[in-house]
C-alpha cells in the first residue's frame, strides 16, 4: 500500500489516492470485493466530473463549493437521490480517511449535508410465492439439487447471496444444523439451518455435488463447470425459477432474504434475533422489516375484516 504523507502528496495523481485508499480499506477494515468496487465506481465517477468540469483537480485540494457543484450537477443529470447519497457516502469516507492521515487538516464535505431519502420498502414475496420459488427446481438433475438446496437455505438462514456462493465446507455443521456466515467486514455469526433447508443441503452434499466437481476446491455450491459459483449466476437462476413458477412479484438478488426477515416477523419473531441472523449492526437497519410486516397486517385486516 502507498503511503502518502502532506509534504508529497502534490506528487501523486488522484488514480493514485484512490488505490491507496481501496488498498487501506481492504487490509484495515475487511471490506469485501463488493464494497470495493462500489467505491472505486463512485470515485471514478467523480474524478470525471474533476476532469471534465474542474480542470483535472488534484483530489486533495477540492474545497466544499466543488463539491456542491458536483452535487447540483448530479440533480441536473436526473440522478436518483439514493445514487448521490451513496456517490457522497463514498467521498465522505475517502476524505475522512486522508484527513485522519493527516495529509488534509480538514475534510471538504464536513459541512455538506447528506442527501435526504425517503425510506423505500423492501420488497418481497408472499409465503405461498416463496413455496411456488422453492418447489420448482428439478431434483432429479444434480444443478436443479443445488438450485432447490440454494434456495431452501437462503429462506431458512437471510443469508446475504454472495455469503451463500461462497460458503465452505468448513463453515458447514450438519451435525449442528448451523452455518458459521462471515459477513460484511468479516464479522462472523452462527446461523440455524432449520430442518427443511438441511434435509436439501445434506441431499446435495451426498448426491449432487460429486457429479458437478471437477476438480478439488471447498466450496458447498459450485457451478456447473465444478467451481465456485457468482451472485449472478446465481440471480439468473433466481429470475429462471421464478418464470417457471410463475411469481409475478418484483425479484432482486436479496427477495428471499427480504422474505425470510419479513415472515419471521410476521409469526412473531423478536426484532432483535431476526437483526442478529441477518448480520446486522444497526437495529435501525432491521426495523424496516416491521414496516413491511405491519403493511401485511394492515392488507390482511383490510380484505378479511368484516368492519374494514
Known amino acids: 500500500m502507498t503511503d502518502i504523507q502532506l509534504s508529497d502528496s502534490a506528487t501523486h495523481s488522484n488514480s493514485e489516492l484512490i488505490e491507496s485508499f481501496l488498498d487501506a480499506l481492504f487490509l484495515e477494515q475487511g471490506l469485501s470485493d463488493n464494497t470495493l468496487a462500489a467505491y472505486r465506481a463512485d470515485l471514478d465517477k467523480f474524478v470525471r466530473y474533476v476532469v471534465a ?46 484527513v485522519s492521515k493527516q495529509v488534509l487538516p480538514a475534510s471538504p ?15 418481497t414475496l408472499s409465503e405461498q410465492e416463496v413455496e411456488a420459488l422453492l418447489s420448482a427446481p428439478d431434483v432429479a438433475d444434480p444443478m436443479g439439487l443445488r438450485d432447490k438446496a440454494m434456495l431452501e437455505l437462503l429462506y431458512a438462514t437471510g443469508l446475504r447471496v454472495t455469503e451463500l456462493v461462497g460458503l465452505r465446507m468448513e463453515q458447514v455443521n450438519l451435525r449442528q444444523a448451523v452455518l ?49 459459483m457468482t451472485r449472478q449466476t446465481f440471480w439468473h437462476r433466481i429470475k429462471h425459477y421464478a418464470m417457471l413458477a410463475d ?57 378479511h375484516h368484516p368492519r374494514s
Open 109 to 123: 464535505l464536513t459541512h455538506i449535508a447528506q442527501p435526504k431519502l425517503s425510506q423505500s420498502l423492501p420488497k
Open 53 to 98: 468540469h474542474l480542470d483535472d483537480k488534484p483530489l486533495l485540494a477540492i474545497n466544499s463549493a466543488d463539491v456542491e457543484a458536483y452535487l447540483a450537477y448530479r440533480v441536473d443529470q436526473g440522478l436518483k437521490p439514493r445514487s448521490t447519497a451513496r456517490a457522497m457516502s463514498a467521498l465522505k469516507r475517502f476524505y475522512a480517511y486522508w
Open 247 to 303: 411469481v409475478k412479484s418484483p425479484l432482486s438478488p436479496h427477495t428471499l432474504r427480504h422474505a425470510f426477515a419479513t415472515h419471521l416477523l410476521n409469526h412473531g419473531a423478536d426484532l432483535r434475533v431476526v437483526q442478529m441472523m441477518l448480520g446486522h449492526s444497526d437495529l435501525s437497519t432491521t426495523q424496516i422489516y416491521t414496516h413491511v410486516a405491519s403493511e401485511r397486517l394492515k392488507s390482511l385486516h383490510q380484505q
Open 180 to 228: 458459521l456466515v462471515r459477513g460484511k467486514g468479516g464479522k462472523e455469526r452462527l446461523v440455524p439451518m432449520g430442518e427443511e433447508a438441511l434435509h436439501w443441503v445434506e441431499q446435495f452434499l451426498k448426491i449432487g455435488r460429486a457429479q458437478m466437481v471437477k476438480h478439488a476446491n471447498d466450496f458447498v455450491f459450485v457451478s456447473k463447470r465444478g467451481i465456485g
